[in-house]
């Protein structure tokens, strides 16, 4: 990484033990501080201590390297100030001027008055509120508390600022009726001061997604749980960890190319999995739960094998049928119908199935966090010998479709 800009004013260089000194103070405090990332942007080797030059040149115009900078631990001597929270040796000069600003909690609200010099040309006045000279705010993105009170006060929405922050947050309700954006407080990996001061119109813009000052941001909004109305959240990414948690997907519709199909509990799911799909009715595996088959073959052979020859004729029916009440695919009857009317739909079970934006990346294909294993270890083991059975005889009537297309093909 090599910063873009010439090395001035507040876009000086920093000393790094590595030795790649082409980054700008500025930039490696994003890192450090937004991203909780102390490693080299070059090499990635761990930095524990960085020094932002002093712009000093020795006698061949070159500035000082890391290791010519005198250090006593945690201080460097007068014209120094250190910040443990982010690991960094600034000058008291280029600290007052530029560091300590991005750390601060002034107001950031500009006012348009009319002129007093008679004309009643709008002028553009800067509130000068600031916390206190000293406050600055160091809680860094997603990293405020314990990470075990994070998850609670995210699960029952309790988060609050507290502090020099709740001060800021006051004065923008009550002199300007503003406010901040909790969600991009907590989340959004950039400083406080940078973050805009909303209106409650522009504030809803922007948790939709439609806020003008958002544009070319890349930035689409915080998008909202359907079931959890009105709790909003950061991203789809963190939107996705909530679904997984807090409610249901069903895994056969995703195994059938069906992805994302979210029930907000358990009984709705099973309402779909009735209407739907084939959900085994013995009472042993109703409280199991999550014992459905996508096809009657499936079902059947778990049924013999699981519950005996008794509980059916012994027989499985070659000709099976997909169930699915909500309109077949033409090109692929087997296939389980699409929602229609929206990604909010009402299902035949009088319940809602919410389809969010789909995961890109890693995340794509994230694991149902709620659902319960089956305790019982020979029911598990039956479950698993069955759903294995069931899956070799597709792929061996896969092959057989293949050849059987192959001899249509080339008789």
């Not at 502090?163 to 990996?189: A, E, K, N």
């Not at 958002?214 to 079931?227: L, V």
């Not at 358990?266 to 085994?280: I, M, P």
Request: aromatic share 8%; proline share 7%.
């Amino acid at each position: 990484l090599v910063c873009h800009h010439k090395f001035s004013g507040e876009n000086v260089p920093a000393a790094l033990p590595c030795g790649h000194d082409s980054t700008c103070a500025i930039c490696h405090l994003r890192l450090r501080h937004l991203h909780d990332d102390r490693a080299c942007p070059v090499c990635r080797s761990p930095n524990e201590d960085i020094v932002v030059s002093d712009m000093v040149p020795d006698a061949d115009g070159n500035l000082k390297a890391y290791e010519e900078y005198e250090r006593w631990g945690a201080d460097m001597g007068p014209g120094w100030t250190y910040r443990e929270e982010v690991g960094v040796f600034f000058p008291d000069a280029y600290w007052g001027a530029h560091a300590a600003q991005l750390f601060g909690l002034g107001c950031g609200v500009i006012e348009k008055t009319r002129g007093g010099d008679g004309s009643g040309a709008p002028v553009c006045t800067p509130c000068t509120w600031e916390a206190s000279s000293s406050a600055l705010y160091f809680d860094a993105p997603a990293r405020t508390g314990t990470g075990a009170q994070n998850e609670a006060d995210e699960a029952n929405d309790n988060w609050r600022p507290t502090g020099p922050l709740r001060g800021l947050v006051d004065h923008l309700r009550t002199s300007h009726g503003r406010q901040l954006c909790t969600l991009c407080v907590r989340f959004r990996r950039d400083f406080v001061c940078h973050l805009p001061r909303l209106n409650p119109r522009e504030h809803h813009e922007h948790l939709s997604g439609k806020y003008a000052g958002d544009a070319g941001s890349g930035f689409r909004g915080h998008p909202m749980c359907e079931f959890c109305r009105p709790k909003r959240f950061y991203d789809i990414g963190k939107l996705h960890e909530h679904l997984n948690k807090e409610h249901y997907k069903c895994h056969v519709c995703e195994k059938a190319g069906l992805p994302n199909q979210f029930f907000k509990d358990y009984d709705r799911l099973e309402a779909h999995f009735r209407s739907e799909h084939f959900l085994c009715p013995d009472p042993s595996c109703l409280a199991a739960r999550f014992v459905v088959f996508e096809n009657e073959i499936d079902f059947r052979a778990h049924r013999m094998a699981v519950h005996g020859a008794g509980a059916d004729t012994g027989r499985i029916q070659i000709s099976f049928q997909v169930r699915g009440s909500r309109g077949q695919h033409p090109d692929n009857p087997d296939r389980p119908p699409t929602l229609e009317g929206g990604d909010f739909a009402h299902g035949p079970d009088g319940g809602h199935v919410f389809v969010p934006e789909a995961l890109e990346g890693p995340g794509e294909n994230a694991e149902q966090e709620n659902e319960p294993l089956i305790t019982d270890p020979v029911h598990a083991a039956r479950t698993a010998a069955m759903r294995e059975a069931a899956a070799q005889r597709r792929r061996e009537q896969g092959e057989d479709a293949e050849r059987e297309e192959e001899e249509r093909a080339f008789p």
